[in-house]
């Protein structure tokens, strides 16, 4: 089978998995796990044949004329270069262990099969935007990935937070794609071609007139996409989905789009210094706002949302330094270890009955109830906080390095401006980020109080998904030194100056937590908060659903508690009030968006009822009235019919004679 056969059966399979499983899950339920499963691992496994195969050599472009169009055509086309083929691993692998982590996180759950089929038919539009080498084909997929995430994050609809967060998901995003669609209509119209290489070449050769204009509109869907200021807001309300759900968009799909995206065009995107500098401002802003919102909240997977925010924005700062080599590099080591540190939160979720940090600092013995979950989730955070030797620190390290070389003289093209603003911001968003991170790992593991209620055993299949996930994250560092051959050749190594001032912050962070910490530990056995929700007998998607469904009501918000045990209360003071909220942008987009629009579509209402109706409404009210005098005269009388014909013939005798007189 050659090479491109094998790469078009790896977002087939999925697809094909996801109708079978749509059409067989309520007759034939017995098939509904294998179809789930097996479809994805295959697509993994000939995913690295593919990988495998292209080696880091020379891109491998197939094309074949989808549609005429009578203008710009369409092409059915896959490009496959170093890039393509290590990103579509990844997406494999995490499917895979996502939809094996289902089958006994939502055993019992009577929509497992939508679910699984959902799943899988997302795994398959992200397969097909990183295969993709047309962008109407490539926006195919995007869109796909949108409507399968309105339905998953809104799978426990019978929640008021699941429905506003899949809505609000959908809306957020679409509002990025309307300019992304223009953007890409746009691009085609200067370049000729919707295809990707030929973009790229009317990029080298000047033929893109306005590359500024294009690359910002672009830019408004990726933001939406991958969750960046200012259109971030519904990734950590989409927390409200099943723990696997969050897994993968956060990992391996949705949000990585975006950022793969901007890396397959980024000569267009250095074309216009401007846009650059929009880039890195954006990621800056993103990178240290997600930072600090995660350090206030109380929901555990509210915390690792705000981190998947924060850890974009240092891929979107790579590429705003001109370095999609590092860009990409930390795409593939965070969407190992994130995916580990959502799995494991949906394990300590079912073992401690809350998805409350504050709870949970209230309960002992949690991280001796879940040793895989524990020694996991500790390497990660480890991975999430830079920490050497682990994957996140050799990444993050290759953006501080990319922004670095940027700053000085020999950085053609682009701006240093940009350069400075993603160092500056990359340095103080890894002392936040490893502060936000020790504070998790404190309070999930380290609890003061009595235990935690039996929840029962964790099913081993989650278990060992924890420990498959746990070798690329504790290992994938290592390959610094052997991704440039599959990229564009650029060092992905450490350098000394940002290694040292990168893990030095990450240092501060970790113990100015760890003394926060101390200071306010003792506080928790004396303000009791919250509540659990024990289901031993039951699936461990049941804990989660009623704890989304009761945190408000327990907790009192749905981002945080009022709990004076918190360190993370303590390191930011009065700036916790705000961070909780998220700097209230919501509150902002309600008051000068949503109310406008609500007005208006009341206005439109009130105008269509009173005004266009009433129109309507006179049309039909003239003849009935009409009709209605009319009947009066109707009697069936003989008598009154020869009258009225006599008073008639009269009056129009009278007006014949006064006519012929002159009168």
């Not at 200067?190 to 509109?217: E, Q, W």
Request: glycine residues 10%.
């Amino acid at each position: 089978m050659t090479t491109t056969t094998t790469a078009v059966l790896v977002p087939l399979l999925p697809f094909l998995g996801a109708a079978a499983g749509l059409l067989l899950g309520r007759r034939a339920p017995g098939f509904v796990r294998p179809l789930a499963v097996l479809p994805v691992l295959a697509a993994a496994v000939l995913a690295v044949v593919v990988a495998c195969r292209q080696g880091g050599g020379e891109p491998l472009d197939a094309a074949t004329r989808l549609t005429p169009t009578g203008s710009v055509p369409i092409d059915l086309a896959l490009h496959l270069d170093g890039f393509a083929v290590l990103v579509a691993v990844l997406v494999g692998v995490v499917a895979t262990c996502v939809q094996l982590y289902s089958t006994a996180y939502l055993r019992d759950d009577p929509r497992y099969p939508s679910y699984a089929a959902l799943v899988s038919l997302f795994t398959s539009a992200m397969l097909l935007v990183v295969y993709s080498g047309d962008l109407m084909v490539l926006l195919v997929g995007w869109e796909i990935m949108g409507i399968c995430s309105y339905f998953l994050v809104g799978h426990y609809w019978e929640t008021e937070a699941a429905r506003s967060a899949s809505l609000k998901a959908f809306l957020v995003t679409k509002l990025g794609d309307v300019p992304f669609l223009i953007g890409t209509l746009a691009l085609a119209a200067d370049a000729g071609t919707f295809r990707i290489n030929g973009i790229l070449s009317a990029v080298a050769a000047g033929s893109i007139g306005h590359p500024t204009l294009i690359a910002l509109l672009l830019l408004a869907g990726v933001a939406g996409k991958s969750a960046q200021f200012p259109l971030h807001t519904w990734l950590p309300d989409a927390m409200a989905g099943p723990t696997p759900v969050s897994a993968l968009i956060h990992a391996a799909t949705m949000v990585a789009a975006g950022v793969y995206f901007v890396a397959r065009l980024l000569p267009l995107f250095t074309a216009s210094p401007a846009a650059l500098v929009v880039l890195a401002v954006m990621a800056a802003v993103t990178m240290i706002g997600s930072a600090l919102a995660a350090l206030a909240q109380d929901d555990i997977k509210r915390v690792l949302a705000y981190s998947t925010v924060g850890q974009l924005g240092y891929m979107t700062g790579a590429l705003a330094v001109g370095d999609r080599d590092a860009a990409v590099f930390h795409l593939i080591t965070h969407g190992a270890f994130k995916a580990l540190l959502f799995l494991g939160a949906g394990v300590i979720i079912h073992a401690a009955g809350t998805n409350s940090l504050g709870a949970m600092a209230r309960m002992g013995g949690l991280a001796k109830r879940i040793p895989d979950a524990y020694w996991t989730m500790t390497v990660a955070l480890l991975a999430l906080a830079a920490i050497p030797p682990f994957s996140g620190f050799f990444s993050k390290e290759a953006v501080l390095g990319a922004a670095e070389h940027a700053t000085g003289a020999d950085a053609h093209g682009i701006p240093h401006a940009a350069g400075w603003t993603v160092l500056v911001a990359g340095l103080l968003t890894a002392l936040l980020t490893a502060a936000y991170a020790t504070r998790l790992w404190l309070r999930a593991f380290h609890g003061k109080g009595p235990e935690a209620p039996d929840h029962g055993r964790q099913p081993p299949v989650m278990n060992a998904v924890l420990w498959v996930l746990f070798l690329p994250t504790l290992g994938l560092g290592l390959a610094a030194w052997k991704l440039p051959g599959f990229f564009d050749g650029r060092s992905l190594t450490p350098t000394l100056t940002t290694s040292v001032l990168g893990t030095g912050c990450a240092l501060v962070g970790g113990l100015l937590t760890y003394a926060a910490w101390r200071h306010t530990a003792p506080l928790a056995t004396r303000a009791p908060l919250g509540a659990v929700a024990a289901d031993p007998d039951a699936a461990p998607y049941v804990s989660e659903e009623e704890t989304i469904a009761s945190h408000v009501a327990a907790y009192g918000h749905i981002a945080g508690a009022h709990d004076v045990a918190d360190p993370g209360r303590l390191l930011l003071g009065p700036l916790h009030r705000h961070a909780v909220a998220g700097f209230h942008l919501d509150a902002v987009y309600s008051q000068f968006f949503v109310r406008p629009v609500r007005a208006a579509a009341r206005l439109v209402r009130f105008l269509d009822r009173e005004v266009v109706d009433a129109y309507v409404s006179g049309a039909g009210t003239a003849p009935r009235l009409l009709g209605a005098a009319v009947r009066r005269a109707q009697t069936g009388n003989v008598q009154t019919y020869l009258s009225a014909l006599l008073a008639g013939s009269v009056v129009l005798a009278v007006a014949a004679v006064l006519v012929a007189t002159g009168a």
